[in-house]
């Protein structure tokens, strides 16, 4: 594939995710004003909807099809780039929605007996939007170099473990400073 084509098709993937990204936002939010969805609600519906989505990456075994052309054209380009690699990331992405989906699931049980809608601060929703796009953006475009600068499969090897370990540290960081800002914002609006 050709440079500029790579670009191109690099650029779309990235306008299609931060599209997809805005419309489950919308979603979300029509949801949670409009249906006063339970915290109980939404975890088990975010639970199934990932976990759906596993079986259904688990059934497709290695096949690239999607009904979303561009997300089907890049798993060609990066099956073919990667290698064996590409089987690996999709495999270690299935167990990481599992334990997702288990965690949701968890969740849900855990909030069984509130009864009370999500409401929403929109001071606070709106940060974490920025900074969850902002993660999902960066990773996005730290992975497409990744690969797209490899010149051989051996530039690639091993690639799945190194980023899943990067996930895991900047998850867990994710994790922090998210529990200190809502500390911090919940101690500042009680003030």
Do not use: C
Request: proline letters at 1%; charged letters at 15%; aromatic letters at 12%.
């Amino acid at each position: 594939m050709e440079l500029i084509e790579v670009k191109k098709m690099r650029t779309k993937q990235i306008a299609v995710t931060n599209g997809l990204l805005l419309l489950a936002l919308i979603f979300y939010f029509i949801l949670v004003s409009y249906l006063h969805v339970t915290v109980t609600g939404l975890f088990l519906v975010m639970g199934a909807i990932i976990l759906i989505q596993t079986i259904v990456g688990i059934l497709k075994g290695n096949s690239t099809k999607s009904f979303i052309p561009i997300f089907e054209k890049v798993s060609n380009y990066e099956k073919e780039k990667m290698g064996i690699e590409w089987r690996r990331q999709r495999k270690m992405s299935y167990i990481w929605n599992i334990l997702l989906s288990g965690w949701m699931f968890l969740q849900s049980y855990w909030s069984r007996d509130s009864s009370d809608p999500i409401l929403i601060d929109v001071t606070f929703t709106i940060l974490l939007i920025i900074f969850i796009t902002a993660i999902i953006n960066i990773s996005l475009i730290t992975h497409i170099r990744k690969i797209d600068r490899s010149t051989s499969v051996s530039d690639i090897k091993g690639y799945t473990w190194k980023s899943s370990l990067i996930a895991i540290v900047v998850g867990l960081g994710f994790g922090l400073v998210i529990f200190v800002l809502t500390i911090l914002y919940v101690m500042l609006d009680l003030g």
